[in-house]
């Protein structure tokens, strides 16, 4: 037989241990190596194209 509770957890009981999957996080950001801009990890510069330090994407000023 599997164990059961003597008494019923409230709601907010309930509702506290589940609050911290619901928790909102900022991005993550990395400077751009050849611009100085903000820009996601792991990604395309948005403001000029480069990433790891070669042009990947083509932009036009």
Request: some cysteine; proline content about 3%.
């Amino acid at each position: 037989m599997a164990i059961v509770p003597k008494r019923k957890h409230s709601k907010a009981r309930r509702n506290k241990r589940r609050s911290n999957v619901w928790k909102l996080e900022a991005p993550a950001l990395s400077k751009c190596s050849k611009c100085g801009g903000f820009k996601l990890i792991h990604r395309v510069c948005k403001a000029c194209g480069h990433y790891k330090g070669r042009e990947v994407v083509k932009k036009e000023a």
